[in-house]
């Protein structure tokens, strides 16, 4: 295993290198901290623009893809100028890379084959365009820092899950092989499948990428980079005067990145708490903030947070006949886990049982399954709303707060109890706003 005494991978997003004086700034606070592994996403922006590309394909325009990609090419073109205004070894190399990438996206779109493909196949260039401006600039700093391709050792599994076992093989063979230096750069988002073919972690999984890296190298830190200083305690899209939260306990921010606290991809504190990593959120505008960090905290009988998912449907399913009879809900239960579509929230009553998605991909053949079972009701639009702390049980009062503070508002669902750190609440999209901002005035702001 690659080793070092002091090992932290750091991960800046999009915002962070969405300028040539990002990049910049971003490259003096890498060597500052002495970052071994850097984990990059694509320039704020590109992702879009490259899927707009794809999309297009998709629509059968490859006019459309080929002027959307002119853009990108100009984009980038400023780019390099801003970052490598004279003539030197490393403004080529980088020219070159930017260029490689243009002509490979040129080939998708004209090749037009497996239009699901190409779109991964052209989202992956937004990192490999970013990490390679980062390698050519510091080392154009006269800094020794090497790339590490990420398309080299991530990798997803037939699920498309990461496989973290292999992800470790890969790496440590990859380190191994590559001379040692002071910085590694990689890519963030990008993997390959089971079949060898370019995939990615899903939106925001640069963070994912980084939490991966940070169990596979047993690093002691894992630090992600990004436009804010820290995990708020509201969502400050919707909520004025919000706060840093300064410590979380891996379990707190495991359920608000879940539950839609977008600084977190979804599932990314899981590898760093089952490798026991403790994980930083730091801002690159204001870097001596203390932001905040994620480890194994003590309780501390504090509500900390509240963050919202959107997109929710709720399907309630009434049986008089046989609810709560021996394997009623394992019926219920099966029907979801054979259309791969998983339940966030769930309460149940003598007569029925509600539970909600957040993926209708194979709603209506989940609802012709269930209809078999029960008189089925469902209501889309919904948002959970999810509080979140130190909320065992036998300390008092957190869910009267937490439900006085609504008690303006019709909640369709609550659930409390499932674990010591949520309590969720299932209510109208329209509503979200208002239930986010009466629960920061009274959680928060008293
Ligand atoms: P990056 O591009 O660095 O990955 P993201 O845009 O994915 O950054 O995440 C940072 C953004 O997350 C912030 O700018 C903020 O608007 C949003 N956000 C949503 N909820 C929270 C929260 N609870 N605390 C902090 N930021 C939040
Ligand atoms: N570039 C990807 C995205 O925009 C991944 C990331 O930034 O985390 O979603
Ligand atoms: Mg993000």
Avoid at 162 to 173: H, W
Avoid at 196 to 202: P, Q, S
Avoid at 283 to 295: D, H, K, R, S
Wanted: aromatic share 6%.
């Amino acid at each position: 295993m690659f080793s070092r005494t002091k090992m932290k991978v750091l991960k800046f997003g999009g915002t962070s290198v969405g300028s040539p004086q990002r990049i910049k700034s971003v490259a003096d606070l890498i060597v500052r901290e002495e970052g071994n592994i850097v984990v990059l996403s694509a320039m704020s922006g590109t992702t879009n623009q490259l899927l707009e590309i794809s999309d297009y394909l998709v629509k059968y325009n490859p006019t459309g893809a080929l002027e959307t990609l002119a853009r990108l090419d100009r984009k980038y073109a400023g780019v390099i100028d801003e970052l490598f205004p004279e003539k030197s070894e490393w403004r080529d190399k980088a020219a070159s890379v930017i260029r490689e990438c243009m002509n490979y996206i040129a080939d998708e779109i004209h090749n037009q084959k497996d239009l699901l493909q190409a779109e991964k196949n052209i989202v992956s260039r937004g990192e490999i365009m970013s990490t390679n401006l980062m390698l050519f600039h510091l080392n154009s700093k006269g800094i020794d820092a090497r790339m590490l391709p990420a398309l080299d050792f991530m990798t997803i599994d037939e699920s498309e899950e990461p496989d973290l076992a292999a992800i470790t093989r890969n790496l440590s063979k990859l380190l191994e092989s590559t001379p040692k230096t002071y910085i590694y750069i990689t890519q963030g988002f990008i993997v390959r499948n089971h079949r060898g073919e370019i995939d990615n972690l899903k939106r925001g999984g640069s963070d994912y990428t980084a939490s991966l890296i940070g169990a596979a190298i047993g690093a002691d830190e894992i630090q992600i980079w990004t436009d804010i200083d820290g995990m708020h305690n509201n969502d400050p899209r919707f909520v004025e005067n919000t706060a840093p939260v300064h410590k979380l306990h891996f379990e707190e921010a495991a359920e608000l990145a879940y539950f839609g606290a977008k600084i977190l991809h979804p599932t990314c504190i899981l590898p760093a708490k089952l490798a026991n990593i403790p994980v930083r959120l730091l801002n690159t505008m204001q870097p001596e903030a203390e932001g905040t960090l994620i480890f194994n905290t003590a309780p501390d009988h504090s509500i900390k947070a509240v963050a919202a998912k959107d997109n929710i449907t709720a399907i309630k399913i009434k049986s008089g006949r046989m609810l709560l009879a021996y394997g009623f809900l394992s019926r219920v239960f099966s029907i979801f886990e054979r259309y791969r579509t998983s339940i966030d929230m769930i309460v149940t009553s003598e007569v029925g049982v509600s539970v909600t998605i957040d993926n209708e991909q194979n709603l209506p053949q989940i609802l012709d399954e269930l209809k078999k079972l029960g008189t089925i009701t469902v209501d889309r639009d919904m948002v959970i709303i999810c509080v979140v702390g130190d909320l065992e049980w036998s300390n008092r009062g957190f869910e009267a707060a937490v439900v006085n503070a609504l008690k303006d508002l019709p909640v369709r669902m609550i659930s409390y109890g499932g674990s010591n750190y949520n309590i969720s609440l299932l209510v109208r999209k329209s509503d979200k706003i208002k239930a986010l901002n009466l629960l920061s005035d009274y959680l928060f702001n008293n």
